[in-house]
């Protein structure tokens, strides 16, 4: 471990490039900028005109490489690490047992004690619509049993939960784990604009993996040649929602237009990208996931996602907005994380103009 060095590069600030170096001490930044300024360091290391980023932030991944998060998190977080995911959440999806649920929270609670990646848990489930999710039929609720939640929601380690608005106690539900500090997002779901707003208006901030997994309240629509109002478009009206998107290098979880649409229409700040990555079977080396022929997340790694909103237009800076400031944000650990600035943590990464990266900087 270092105790002290400097990076000299391209600084990427969450609204700017800016030639100079960023300092560390004690895995601290103590310095970012002018390097005629900066202090003395053991160390300097010219990345040669590399950008020097924050490390990626992964709100919604179920997996690395072979292992599950139910299974292994310690391997799957590593896995990560490698392609720069410095935090990550261990989503587990409505088939995982509540049994298994819990037993994970305990590893990743040591975990996370010994200082992992591992930012605690997202579960996906199982209050959700069983219409809308691939490979588990039969998994979701359709009502909310505060007896089986609330053991979980009382372990502390979970950071998000998603549930679909329109289960049955839905509204209790949320108020509930926003209480104990769980920010709630919605999923899976067919809900209407009125279930959407009431939702967020009882404390839900995220959409879950936005396009994917969803369907609409009115099918088919009242009247010939028109459509309705789907889920996906009754949240991107709302005004405190931030939005997870899947950016797969060929659209196939979301087409590039609709990505530039949710862009459009919400702004680059309220935009989350994730991998959604699982174990299966890919074709052709893809970065999407299939098992029997059925899509199932992703073999995505932030890297990946990274570049794929680069190729969709998105400025450098905005790249890291998307993937490393606005997750820390909406998880309320951006003080800590997420992006560049003196008194954080120095989760950094150097990566060259096409970025791929090159180096991960945590100590």
């Known amino acids: ?93 409505r088939d995982v047992s509540h049994k298994r649920i819990l037993e994970t929270a305990a590893t990743v609670q040591s975990l996370m004690a010994k200082g992992s990646t591992i930012l605690g848990l997202h579960l996906e489930g199982p209050y959700l619509n069983p219409k809308y999710g691939s490979g588990s039929t039969g998994c979701a609720e359709e009502t909310v049993d505060a007896e089986k939640y609330l053991p979980l929601a009382d372990t502390g380690i979970v950071k998000q939960w998603t549930f679909a608005p329109e289960v049955k106690g839905a509204e209790a539900f949320v108020k509930d784990i926003v209480s104990r500090g769980i920010v709630p997002a919605i999923g899976h779901s067919a809900a209407s604009p009125e279930e959407i707003s009431a939702a967020e208006k009882n404390g839900a901030r995220i959409v879950t993996h936005l396009f994917d997994a969803t369907g609409s309240s009115i099918d088919p629509p009242r009247y010939g040649g028109t459509i309705e109002v789907s889920f996906n478009f009754g949240a991107l009206v ?114 060259n103009e096409k970025l791929n990266l090159k180096r991960v900087y945590r100590e």
């Open 1 to 93: 471990m270092r105790k002290s060095y400097t990076l000299l590069g391209n600084i990427v600030f969450p609204d700017r490039l800016e030639a100079g170096c960023v300092c560390v001490e004690a895995g601290r930044i103590i310095y970012a900028g002018d390097p005629s300024r900066a202090p003395d360091t053991q160390q300097t290391i010219d990345t040669h005109g590399g950008y020097i980023a924050p490390g990626f932030i992964d709100i919604h991944c179920h997996a690395g490489g072979d292992w599950w998060a139910h299974e292994d998190p310690e391997k799957m977080a590593l896995h990560h690490l490698k392609h720069g995911t410095t935090g990550l959440l261990c989503t587990l999806y």
């Open 238 to 351: 709302c005004d405190k929602f931030y939005y997870e998107i899947i950016c797969d290098q060929n659209g196939v979880h979301v087409r590039p237009e609709l990505v530039k649409l949710a862009l459009k229409t919400v702004g680059v700040d309220r935009i989350i990208g994730v991998t959604d990555a699982c174990t299966g079977d890919t074709e052709d080396n893809a970065d999407v996931n299939f098992v029997k022929g059925e899509l199932m997340g992703s073999k995505l790694t932030m890297d990946c996602v990274a570049r794929n909103f680069h190729a969709l237009g998105l400025t450098i800076c905005e790249v890291f907005r998307v993937t490393s400031l606005n997750p820390a944000k909406i998880l309320g650990m951006d003080g800590e994380i997420g992006s560049i600035e003196v008194g954080k943590k120095a989760d950094l990464l150097v990566l």
